[in-house]
C-alpha cells in the first residue's frame, strides 16, 4: 500500500501560481511512476502530468506545456505540481496517484494509488 496526501490547493487569481505537493508512506516511494490528474465539476478525471521513477522523464498534457513542471524528490518521498500562469479553465481537484507501470501512461486505470485530492480555483 501507498498512502498520498495532496496539499497546496487554493484559490488565485489568473495569471497567478500555485505550488502542489503530495507526500507519500508506505511501500518504497521510488518503485513507482508518479501522476497528477484534475477533475472539473462535471467533467471526468483527466491527465496533467507524470514523472517517472527516478525523476529524469516528464510528461504533460498539451493544455498545461510550459506552464506547469511536475518534480519529485525520492529522500523526501514527495512529489510536486508547479502551476504558472493559472487560467480559469484549470480550475478542478488535482489528485496524485502512483503507478507501477514503467511506461508513460495517461489513463486513471493505470494508477493504483490515489490520495485526496485538493481544491485549486482560479477566478478574479
Known amino acids: 500500500q501507498v498512502q498520498l496526501v495532496e496539499s497546496g490547493g487554493g484559490l488565485v487569481q489568473p495569471g497567478g501560481s500555485l505550488r502542489l505537493s503530495c507526500a507519500a508512506s508506505?511501500?518504497?516511494?521510488?518503485?513507482?511512476?508518479m501522476g497528477w490528474f484534475r477533475q472539473a465539476p462535471g467533467k471526468e478525471r483527466e491527465f496533467v502530468a507524470r514523472?517517472?521513477?527516478?525523476?529524469?522523464?516528464?510528461y504533460y498534457v498539451d493544455s498545461v506545456k510550459g506552464r506547469f513542471t511536475i518534480s519529485r524528490d525520492n529522500a523526501k518521498n514527495t512529489v510536486d505540481l508547479q502551476m504558472n500562469s493559472l487560467k480559469p479553465e484549470d480550475t478542478a481537484v488535482y489528485y496524485c496517484?502512483?503507478?507501477?507501470?514503467?511506461?508513460?501512461?495517461?489513463?486513471?486505470?493505470?494508477?493504483?494509488?490515489w490520495g485526496q485530492g485538493t481544491q485549486v480555483t482560479v477566478s478574479s
Open positions: 496517484a502512483a503507478s507501477s507501470r514503467h511506461v508513460v501512461v495517461t489513463k486513471t486505470t493505470e494508477y493504483t494509488y
Open positions: 508506505g511501500r518504497t516511494f521510488s518503485n513507482y511512476a
Open positions: 514523472i517517472s521513477r527516478g525523476g529524469g522523464n516528464t
